[in-house]
């Protein structure tokens, strides 16, 4: 119940705008509640909700590791960017 709780709650704060849908929370939220959903399976197993779980949680982790490789890469670019900008020198009195 829980994770079925996340679910709609997560795509509902997208619908009225009160959240990202490609922020990490979304992502880590639908990771979470596809957890708990294919926690609740082991009583009842029905092999079309296991898929979709399993299809969260991949495409979750998926996200959020591009998230991460997203976030190194534009950091390291902005060191870089700053390493490369030189200073003018002092001019010379005439």
């Not at 829980?2 to 509902?12: D, E």
């Not at 092999?47 to 950091?75: D, K, N, P």
């Amino acid at each position: 119940m829980i994770g079925s709780a996340i679910y709609v709650g997560g795509f509902a704060m997208v619908q009225c705008g009160y959240t990202c849908g490609n922020g990490a929370g979304y992502s880590l939220s639908k990771i979470v509640a596809a957890v708990l959903v294919l926690a609740s399976l082991i009583d009842a197993f029905n092999l079309g909700a296991f898929l979709i779980q399993v299809g969260f949680i991949f495409f979750g982790l998926v996200g959020m590791l591009r998230r991460g490789e997203t976030l190194r890469s534009t950091s390291s670019r902005h060191r870089e960017l700053h390493r490369s900008v030189t200073r003018f020198p002092a001019t010379e009195a005439s």
